[in-house]
């Protein structure tokens, strides 16, 4: 079962150094071992260059086994320490900067306190992963998903705002009516659809397409480059609430701007959501997220 994790987490780092690292081993102990299920098999699973590693096709069926294997047992240990009526293990959790930033990681530690047998494995990126493929247990999401075989569950909903920094309000002025964004800085998403901000009008939804001397990537940057005094920014609220609440941003147009909400999904892998220790960490996710309650239907 070690052997088959080493190799697992070799091929999720891309090397042996930063298997090594995540195990507490040397490069060298890992090549070892990886050296001799090959040996023992009597296959090579992973082709060796100067620059990375490659899995040959036995290698993936070698894998894709392994996966299922650990999987399997972890499986197991889960529902037997599930009768004890404790929540244990290793939760593999992906996002991206903004949530992990802004939400998740600021009340984390509450949850490792209440459950102190779970571990959390957290990465932080921005781009789209392949939740089986990088082994992920639960991933953060936001807007409409794609339709696919993963577990979906609705934690929480964001809307966006528009807001400044008093610094710059001061110096500019409070903008009174959406034409007045015409003439301010205003700071933009590299998205073109999220670059024309909507605003109710008598005859309908107006789109008003604004303009600045920024456009990034990056939802954190623009809202650090609010902060600053630069500029006019249109974020979710998921980045602008803390700073609101501290005044050191100030929301405005509300009476004219669409907010816009979107949903908050956490997505796993079918099956998983069943273990004790994803449903508190649901459970927590939604508290985090603050779920609002169901539209009555009476």
């Not at 593999?92 to 490792?112: C, E, S």
């Not at 609220?237 to 949903?263: A, K």
Request: charged letters at 25%.
């Amino acid at each position: 079962m070690n052997e088959m994790a080493t190799f697992v987490r070799v091929v999720e780092t891309g090397s042996f150094a930063g298997a090594a690292e995540t195990l507490g081993l040397t490069p060298s102990a890992v090549s070892k071992i990886i050296s001799r299920i090959e040996d023992r098999l009597r296959l090579r699973l992973l082709t060796r260059t100067t620059r990375k590693l490659a899995l040959t096709s036995e290698g993936q069926i070698y894998l894709d086994h392994a996966r299922a294997i650990l999987a399997a047992i972890e499986t197991v240990e889960t529902q037997l320490s599930n009768l004890r009526g404790k929540p244990s293990g290793v939760l593999r959790v992906n996002t991206g900067t903004a949530i992990a930033k802004h939400q998740l990681v600021p009340k984390l530690p509450r949850f490792l306190e209440q459950f102190e047998e779970v571990t959390i494995e957290l990465s932080v990126t921005d781009r789209q992963i392949d939740v089986v493929a990088e082994n992920v247990d639960i991933v953060l999401r936001t807007g409409r998903l794609a339709d696919s075989e993963l577990h979906a569950v609705r934690i929480g909903e964001g809307r966006r705002h528009i807001c400044a920094s008093p610094a710059y309000l001061e110096r500019y002025g409070r903008p009174q009516t959406p034409a007045d964004l015409l003439g301010r800085n205003c700071l933009l998403t590299h998205l073109s659809h999220l670059a024309r901000w909507p605003f109710f009008t008598p005859e309908g939804i107006n789109r008003l397409q604004v303009k600045g001397n920024v456009v990034a990537d990056n939802a954190d940057m623009l809202l650090d480059l609010a902060l600053s005094g630069l500029g006019i920014v249109r974020l979710g609220n998921l980045l602008t609430d803390e700073p609101v609440r501290q005044g050191r941003l100030v929301t405005l147009l509300d009476e004219f701007h669409v907010d816009e909400p979107f949903p908050i999904w956490a997505v796993m892998p079918p099956g998983r959501f069943r273990l004790q220790r994803m449903q508190v960490f649901l459970e927590f996710l939604k508290e985090v997220f603050r779920l609002p309650p169901a539209p009555s239907t009476s």
